[in-house]
């Protein structure tokens, strides 16, 4: 695991556009597992700039989210498909098509549909990079606290906290969905490489439990530990309760005096990491 401290909510968002875009370059048709949520916004704005500056292309980049409500259309400013037209997909060259949300509408079986979600991530050759969020019960997607750390996509009923936690997106006469299509664990952990972005204080319980913490699925993140290149992005405020915060510095140094001696950081600590 590596986990990267930084001074504020622009330098995490500044290393995740950072780290995509390095892969976007090695592999201008790599898959991509993005999140929703407050915390990557930040990320696709840089994303955006990087786009703007005719650095990199997305037109042969193939995305699969996370997760998605059900119970509301695209069409619906709530619905994920919605944030990331408006957060990322309109704002670059990316291919609709290639776009994936696990959507499952009205009448739909999610059972069915959760399973060609996993097959068209199969199809895809794999997720390269699957961006994380994490809920302040330490969810990830919308695997809440007692899910199976061997799940799919499937469907999911969210947690009493998770609903008050976002009930704050939605407006008085909005309907708020209680029931969401997610990737499982076992989708994520399949990634070839995972960043969970953590910023502010409401997060720090949940990013030391999911670091710290012993695997369970009382808290979803912490299956992460199982995953052989995970990084975890955090501010300071995120990672105000880590015990172990000296050594994760210390660590970061040494990777970066790596980075000084043998060039790339990436080919040097995870050689075959894309
Ligand atoms: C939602 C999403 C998660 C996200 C989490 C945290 O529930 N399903 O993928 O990580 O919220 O959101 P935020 O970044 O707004 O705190």
């Given at each position: ?31 991509l ?12 704005k ?76 199969v ?9 994380l ?14 899910c ?9 009923t ?117």
């Amino acid at each position: 695991m590596e986990v990267v401290i930084l001074e504020n909510e622009d330098a995490v968002a500044e290393l995740g556009a950072q780290r995509i875009f390095e892969l976007v370059k090695k592999k201008p048709n790599a898959v991509l597992g993005l999140a929703t949520g407050s915390t990557p916004i930040a990320m696709y704005k840089k994303i955006i700039s990087f786009y703007e500056s005719k650095v990199v292309s997305f037109g042969d980049i193939v995305t699969f989210n996370l997760d998605e409500y059900i119970g509301i259309t695209a069409d619906n400013s709530q619905s994920y498909r919605y944030f990331m037209n408006r957060e990322l997909f309109d704002a670059i060259d990316i291919e609709q098509q290639n776009t994936h949300l696990p959507v499952c509408g009205a009448g739909e079986n999610p059972r069915e549909i959760g399973a060609a979600y996993e097959q068209s991530i199969v199809d895809a050759g794999g997720i390269d990079l699957q961006i994380l969020g994490i809920g302040s019960n330490g969810h990830i997607g919308f695997n809440e606290p007692g899910c199976s750390l061997s799940s799919r996509t499937r469907v999911k009923t969210l947690t009493q906290s998770t609903v008050r936690d976002n009930n704050h997106l939605f407006g008085p006469n909005e309907c708020q969905p209680h029931l969401a299509m997610t990737m499982g664990i076992a989708t994520i952990l399949d990634s070839r490489r995972t960043i969970l972005l953590a910023t502010g204080s409401q997060k720090a319980a949940a990013v030391r439990h999911a670091i710290e913490g012993s695997i369970s699925s009382g808290c979803p993140a912490t299956a992460l530990q199982m995953h052989e290149r995970v990084t975890f992005i955090l501010d300071e405020a995120a990672a105000s309760s880590l015990e172990n915060k000296s050594y994760y510095r210390w660590a970061h140094h040494q990777n970066r005096s790596l980075v000084e001696q043998f060039g790339n950081f990436h080919e040097v600590v995870e050689p075959d990491s894309y």
